[in-house]
């Protein structure tokens, strides 16, 4: 069974635009979410969505923006990018809301 | 709310000698708890979870941790620590269902000296 894809892996984006990342969770899984990894603020939650609906987020900004399609890939946007979104960005998916989550190796976004 | 507590940033430890990572939580219920390991640059792999019934659940790579509910923990184990193991460890909460947001811990980071 294939594992959680995230792409691209790397990105080199510029201050003010935008970037939109891409995450294909485990087949059967419905539940994806996405986490913000800095050396600074470790591990923060963005938001969870389950069979299309977003089900929780967490204590970002408007800028970051979420969906999730029917085959239950999630696609994750940031809009008017700042230095300090350069952060690993994390997608992961769950059977179910709440339960074990498997990771994808993430997306190494860099804003200059 | 819930919240996760790691309360040892570094760990160092030799080849062979035995570990525990601390992990305390909070939650209003019984959590579903999760150790998990992230070497640099890559995702988090699940190492175990507990859900509920036997308070000691075995994981992979040797890894095992206790859930004690008195004490709200969930320290990982290993009895023997190879080289391969130093990484960074983080432990995390999640629930049943309802709205929460997942949780995890700052997170350990595991040097082995040889």
């Known amino acids: 069974k294939a594992g959680v894809t995230q792409t691209p892996r790397y990105l080199i984006k510029t201050r003010g635009q935008q970037v939109t990342l891409s995450c294909s969770p485990i087949?059967?899984?419905?539940?994806v979410s996405w986490y913000q990894q800095t050396p600074g603020q470790g591990l923060q939650f963005l938001f969870e969505?389950?069979?299309?609906?977003?089900?929780n987020k967490g204590n970002f900004p408007g800028r970051f923006s979420g969906r999730q399609f029917s085959n239950s890939r999630s696609e994750m946007n940031v809009s008017t990018l700042e230095l300090g979104d350069s952060a690993l960005y994390l997608c992961a998916s769950s059977f179910k809301v709440g339960t074990e989550a498997f990771f994808g190796q993430g997306t190494r976004l860099t804003v200059v | 709310a819930q919240s996760v507590t790691q309360p040892d940033i570094h760990i160092t430890v030799s080849e062979g000698a035995s570990l525990e990572l601390r992990c305390n939580y909070s939650?209003?219920?019984?959590?579903?708890l999760f150790w998990y390991v992230q070497s640099p640059g890559q995702g988090l792999q699940l190492l175990l979870k507990?859900?509920?019934?036997?308070?000691l659940v075995q994981g992979i790579k040797g890894f095992e941790a206790e859930f004690k509910r008195s004490q709200s923990s969930f320290n990982l184990r290993k009895p023997s620590v190879h080289w391969s193991d130093a990484a960074e460890y983080f432990c995390?909460?999640?629930?049943?269902?309802?709205?929460?947001?997942?949780?995890f811990g700052r997170g350990t980071s595991l040097i082995v000296h040889p």
């Open positions: 995390a909460v999640g629930s049943s269902g309802g709205s929460y947001i997942p949780t």
């Open positions: 939650y209003g219920a019984t959590p579903y």
């Open positions: 507990y859900f509920s019934g036997d308070t």
């Open positions: 969505y389950f069979s299309e609906t977003q089900r």
């Open positions: 087949s059967g899984h419905r539940s």
